[in-house]
């Protein structure tokens, strides 16, 4: 399991019940994790929280604000800042597993001795693109959200990244590849969080059992001759990291030979020093 225990601002406190107790800077949430099965190490902990999501029977859910905070606040992950902000879906604007990606990212990019160009498809707020922008990358962000896209830029500027080559796409991210593919643009790595169900700006379904292996498949074909890395990450529940690694060896490893990991993500949990399961990854390396 790839563990993202590099956190000062971030801390998963306890888990269990069905749900997650977690620090955000100095503010501590209370979330729906449907993967916490188990009881809770330490119930006086979760006093602590200053805002609860209820999820409701038809679906969605809402905040209870127990303890004043603000609309939105900021962490760090080293010299990256991100905004954080509850939102009705019940996420913060970041995924705090996908740091130890971050981290690999920018070593790999930081390691290559080249100049390096990243494709970041699905790319939510930018934590994957801050985290390669700020290694030297000149990265193009993609993502079908306008309202995430303008959140990915913030996200951005707040780590004093403003100057650095990034292009932010709003659009249909099967569309601007094959786009990418008849101008002739090619990328050094790629990085893809697929959602499970979507939709596009224009109303372009997405689901990833059907949609996944050729819209993967049609990336490959973007890459420049020597590509450094390629990544997956998936929270589709009943898909297995074999499968993302399956996917790689059949393409990338055919015709590049590197290597392949996968497995899955995963946050240590203070209180009780479980690890609680966040997903999968798998990526393939020159």
Known sequence: MFVSNLWNDY???????????????DIVLRRPDPLAMWPVYKQSLWNKAAAHY???ASGGGEWEVRQPIPERWTIGFGDLRFHIKPTGFKHTGLFPEQAVNWQWMMDKIRAAGRPIRVLNLFAYTGGATVACA??????????????????AKENLELSGLRDKPVRFITDDVFKFVQREKKRGKTYDAIIMDPPSY???PNGEMWKLENDL??????????LTDKPLFF??????????????SNMLLMTLGARYKGHITAGEIGLPVTASGLTLPAGILARWES
């Open 11 to 25: 801390e998963c406190i306890d888990t269990g019940n069905g749900e997650k107790l977690e620090r955000w800077g």
């Open 54 to 56: 209820h999820r409701s």
């Open 134 to 151: 700020s290694a030297g990358a000149e990265v193009c962000h993609v993502d079908a959200s306008k309202g995430v896209v303008q959140w």
């Open 198 to 200: 979507g939709r596009g």
């Open 213 to 222: 292996y050729p819209f993967f498949e049609f990336c490959t074909e973007i």
């Open 231 to 244: 990544l997956i990450n998936s929270y589709t529940t009943g898909i297995s990291p074999t499968v993302l």
